[in-house]
Structures are given as structure tokens and as C-alpha cells.
């Protein structure tokens, strides 16, 4: 007979590894659009990095279906981006370094495959935050080409799946 204590430490396991189950990946595209849908329902401003410790700052407009820069270049060094989102829906920022915005790799529904991204090539991103606020992302940026996108992807009450990216939630940014 096992020890009350044994029993409670399998429990605690058992109970561990349902919940480390239940967050894993899904490769079912069902579910990967209501996890978006869901994450866009939560959003909230959860800024990358410290803006207050950028040398440069760039102010960057987010709304349907565009994504608007004050300024298409900066030096090298930390980027700071003051994210306003003015459209109706959340939205995110995806800063992408070395793949155009042609040559990025593609799920079935048109948003960005992050996975199939090059390595090295997903610098970082603003997770998806409300309409009608603002958010802070700091990204170190050697020179080169950027892509900065929103790939959200949301399931309509129709039914209907509309994908930021597709829509044309995309920008080029130089650093110089």
C-alpha cells in the first residue's frame, strides 16, 4: 500500500502532465484558428523590450489592413516602435529580418509559418494587443531588410477566416 504522500506526488504529476499535454502544439488548422481567435479576444499591450532604452524610435500605425511607418529606415541598434493600433480589431507585430514580404513562408490559410521561417530570421514580436490602444516593441536590428506584418489570424461569427497578412498587414523597414 502506498503512503498518502506517494499517492499525492503522482497525482501532482499526473495532473502535471495533462496540463503540459493541453498546452503542446496542434496541427489542426481547426484549432490553431480558434487559438488566434482566442488570443485575439485576450489581448492586452505586453511590450517586447525596453522602449525607454531605444536609441531610435519609430512610430508605426496599425490598422485594417495596413501597417504604416513614421519613418522606413534607422540606424543600427535598438528600434524602439510605438505601436497605436486605430482599427477596429487587436493587432500584432511580427518583425521579420532577411525574407521580403513574397518570400515569406506560407500556411495553408495564407498567414505567416513561423516555423518554416529561416533561423535567426523571427526577431521578435508584440503580441496581439486591443484596438484603440498602444503598445511598445524594442528589437536590436543589425543593418539589413525587414519585414514587419500582423499575422493574426481570426474566425469571423459568419465563418469566414480573415488573415491579417493576407489582407495586407505588411511593411518593409530598412536598417541602416
Given at each position: 500500500?502506498?503512503?498518502?504522500?506517494?499517492?499525492?506526488?503522482?497525482?501532482?504529476?499526473?495532473?502535471?502532465?495533462?496540463?503540459?499535454?493541453?498546452?503542446g502544439s496542434s496541427d489542426n488548422k481547426e484549432a490553431d484558428v480558434e487559438t488566434e481567435e482566442h488570443m485575439a479576444e485576450d489581448a492586452k499591450c505586453e511590450?517586447?523590450?525596453?522602449?525607454?532604452?531605444?536609441?531610435?524610435?519609430?512610430?508605426?500605425?496599425?490598422?485594417?489592413?495596413?501597417?504604416?511607418?513614421?519613418?522606413?529606415?534607422?540606424?543600427?541598434?535598438?528600434v524602439g516602435f510605438a505601436l497605436e493600433d486605430v482599427g477596429e480589431m487587436p493587432h500584432e507585430f511580427v518583425v521579420v529580418k532577411g525574407v521580403t514580404p513574397?518570400?515569406?513562408?506560407?500556411?495553408?490559410?495564407?498567414?505567416?509559418?513561423?516555423?518554416?521561417?529561416?533561423?535567426?530570421?523571427?526577431?521578435?514580436?508584440?503580441?496581439?494587443?486591443?484596438?484603440?490602444?498602444?503598445?511598445?516593441?524594442?528589437?536590436?536590428?543589425?543593418?539589413?531588410?525587414?519585414?514587419?506584418?500582423?499575422?493574426?489570424?481570426?474566425?469571423?461569427?459568419?465563418?469566414?477566416?480573415?488573415?491579417?497578412?493576407?489582407?495586407?498587414?505588411?511593411?518593409?523597414?530598412?536598417?541602416?
Amino acid at each position: 500500500m502506498r503512503s498518502s504522500r506517494t499517492k499525492w506526488v503522482l497525482a501532482a504529476m499526473a495532473a502535471g502532465m495533462l496540463v503540459f499535454t493541453a498546452c503542446g502544439s496542434s496541427d489542426n488548422k481547426e484549432a490553431d484558428v480558434e487559438t488566434e481567435e482566442h488570443m485575439a479576444e485576450d489581448a492586452k499591450c505586453e511590450p517586447y523590450g525596453v522602449f525607454l532604452d531605444s536609441t531610435t524610435r519609430i512610430n508605426v500605425t496599425l490598422n485594417e489592413w495596413v501597417v504604416d511607418l513614421s519613418q522606413s529606415e534607422a540606424p543600427a541598434g535598438l528600434v524602439g516602435f510605438a505601436l497605436e493600433d486605430v482599427g477596429e480589431m487587436p493587432h500584432e507585430f511580427v518583425v521579420v529580418k532577411g525574407v521580403t514580404p513574397t518570400e515569406l513562408p506560407l500556411a495553408d490559410d495564407g498567414s505567416l509559418n513561423e516555423d518554416a521561417l529561416p533561423e535567426g530570421a523571427l526577431i521578435g514580436e508584440v503580441e496581439p494587443f486591443p484596438a484603440g490602444e498602444t503598445c511598445e516593441g524594442t528589437f536590436e536590428l543589425a543593418a539589413g531588410e525587414y519585414t514587419l506584418l500582423c499575422n493574426i489570424v481570426e474566425e469571423e461569427d459568419d465563418g469566414t477566416v480573415e488573415v491579417h497578412l493576407k489582407e495586407g498587414m505588411v511593411t518593409t523597414f530598412t536598417v541602416t
